[in-house]
């Protein structure tokens, strides 16, 4: 069966850190570039960072830039998202995605993380 089973999430103060995990089932990870999105409540789905299939190219959203960390490790089929120094506004549920030129889009669960004093 196909799935990305994402992990991590929870509740920190401001400043605190989290490290998310997408773990992919029933598919070859490495054919595919990996992101993280994050949908806060009432707004719009954004993406967070991106990875492309090794691992060699990387691309960060502004606002987590300096702060979050995207990786990889293909031999055990699942990427990452460390996430330090968060902030209330980093609270959202987090998503994963795998995609790649003419193959299919497929989509994690989401895990909430959520940043509060």
């Known amino acids: 069966q196909v799935q990305l089973v994402v992990s991590g999430g929870g509740s920190v103060h401001p400043g605190g850190s989290l490290r998310l995990s997408c773990a992919a089932y029933g598919f070859t990870i490495e054919r595919y570039s990996m992101t993280w999105y994050r949908q806060a409540p009432g707004k719009d789905r954004e993406l967070v960072a991106t990875i492309s299939r090794a691992g060699e190219n990387t691309d960060y959203a502004d606002p987590v830039k300096g702060r979050f960390i995207i990786s990889r490790d293909n031999a055990k089929h699942t990427m990452y998202l460390q996430m330090n120094n968060l902030q209330p506004e980093d609270t959202a549920l987090y998503f994963c995605?795998?995609?790649?030129?003419?193959?299919?889009?497929?989509w994690g669960q989401g895990t909430q993380v959520t940043v509060s004093s």
């Open positions: 995605k795998a995609h790649g030129a003419g193959r299919p889009t497929y």
